[in-house]
């Protein structure tokens, strides 16, 4: 005799009957003809799975429609109403909810992310301005379905083969209100997005958040932010990889233990020839913090930019960020560019940096350029700045150059308002600089204004 648990009948039965009126081959699902496929339920939302490209709407029987779809075909999906996970109504996510238990195994893991390792969502999602209420997902290393790895709403953006059609994907106009209990993974953990791979694919490709309000908090090991958990290629002929955050505002905690972890994104790991990595602004408030050895930036933990460019402007970071033995920055923990670089400009930062680890900045904790560059101009820097074991300063813990170029470091015109206490060097501006270049002024740092005090315990 087989035994069903309360919830997995009530999700059989919530998928069985939707499946049979809303997809079958005859149902209009694109009613306004705009390519984007119109998500009204749960059950339509859980049912992207199965069709993770946008062309049609696919239930768990099979039964497929692109009805409506202009003759170019669809290529997305879009919210039409409001979604709760509060199946039951009585203001709570616990398993009188459908998707409490998603597996029916009693582990009660919530969501099931959708998109995975080998097949990941490739498509437009709209929301329109709608709401996502109640999201929950706990899915760590004991998980059968993920092992916890690529956690969020989707779990993972990702492509292997190039059949000549933009498979960038546009995620944006959504809010989603992340459940008391949170969103908790292993590794590679967002709320919208666990991980997003590219693996030898061509030109012009990417993926771009804009307009996304989230309120909750994500927790992981490593790779945690609070939109994406992580971004990274091959390197392999990623010619033109786009990857940008625009107009987003994140509200919570970000929690890490071991690995990077930031507001918006944990790790990003470009190696794109005319790759670009725009963040511009967003709105950060909460705190993001660590237990562990995690570095941890208030927009992202890390970023590796590698033939590529990468803009970081206009962003207001209001946080508490406490990192344990990694090093942390207001913007980010560290910053690598290597024949490629990072301009950060016209940022505002508020809120407690701390740190016991190495590298501490108002800005960013280390920054490092190699034949590539890294400026910092006209940011105002209101938080207060303490600890940091080797290099302390008010833009930047670190910086330096390997460079056979002079000004590939440019600290500009920035304001420190916060306190800078370090527990060994501290600086207003930057902590420790060091240059290996034959050429002169790598590194050049002017006109920048320190208001707050500078304390440096030796």
Not at 16 to 43: H, K, R, T
Not at 317 to 341: H, K, M, P, R, W
Not at 420 to 438: H, L
Request: with cysteine; glycine share 14%; hydrophobic share 35%.
């Amino acid at each position: 005799m087989i035994i069903f648990s309360r919830n997995t009948l009530i999700s059989c039965l919530l998928l069985s009957a939707s499946s049979y009126v809303s997809a079958n081959p005859e149902s209009i699902v694109d009613q306004d003809g705009n390519g984007l496929i119109e998500i009204d339920s749960l059950e339509t939302l859980n049912w992207i799975r199965n069709d993770l490209s946008g062309e049609a709407l696919v239930d768990f029987h099979g039964n497929r429609s692109s009805q409506g779809c202009p003759n170019s075909g669809c290529f997305g999906y879009e919210l039409t109403a409001d979604l709760s996970f509060d199946t039951s109504g009585d203001g709570k996510i616990d398993a009188d909810d459908a998707y409490f238990d998603y597996d029916g195994d009693g582990s009660n893991n919530g969501w099931l992310p959708i998109g995975n390792d080998t097949a990941g969502f490739e498509a437009v999602f709209n929301g329109n301005g709608h709401t996502i209420s109640g999201l929950y997902i706990n899915r760590d290393q004991t998980d059968i379905e993920t092992q916890g790895n690529n956690i969020g709403l989707f779990g993972s953006f990702q492509n292997h083969t190039y059949d000549g059609r933009d498979r960038s994907a546009y995620i944006s106009n959504i809010t989603i209100e992340i459940a008391e209990q949170g969103i908790t993974g292993y590794s590679n953990v967002g709320t919208i997005v666990g991980n997003m791979y590219f693996d030898n694919y061509p030109f012009f490709l990417g993926i771009t958040f804009d307009n996304i309000f989230i309120n909750g908090d994500v927790r992981g090991n490593n790779h945690v932010g609070g939109i994406l958990g992580a971004h990274q290629d091959d390197g392999d002929n990623n010619s033109g990889v786009k990857l940008s955050f625009i107009k987003n505002n994140f509200n919570g905690t970000i929690e890490s233990t071991s690995n990077f972890a930031g507001g918006l994104v944990g790790n990003v790991d470009v190696w794109a020839y005319y790759g670009n990595v725009v963040v511009e602004n967003n709105l950060i408030s909460g705190s993001v913090t660590s237990s562990g050895s995690a570095s941890l930036g208030g927009i992202i933990g890390n970023a590796e930019i590698r033939e590529a460019f990468s803009t970081i402007q206009n962003n207001n970071v209001n946080i508490t960020l406490s990192a344990n033995t990694g090093s942390a920055g207001g913007i980010a923990a560290f910053i690598l560019g290597e024949y490629g670089g990072a301009k950060v400009n016209s940022n505002t930062v508020r809120g407690e940096i701390s740190t016991n680890g190495s590298y501490l900045g108002g800005l960013v904790g280390d920054a490092y350029e190699a034949e590539g560059w890294f400026d910092a101009q006209g940011n105002k820097i209101y938080a207060t700045i303490s600890g940091g074991s080797r290099c302390t300063g008010g833009v930047a813990g670190s910086l330096l150059s390997t460079s056979d170029f002079s000004g590939n470091m440019n600290i500009l015109e920035n304001t420190i308002y916060g306190d800078v206490t370090g527990n060994r060097i501290a600086n207003g501006v930057a902590g420790c600089t060091a240059a290996f270049s034959d050429f002169p002024d790598p590194i050049i740092i002017e006109d920048n204004v320190v208001i707050g005090t500078v304390t440096a315990a030796q």
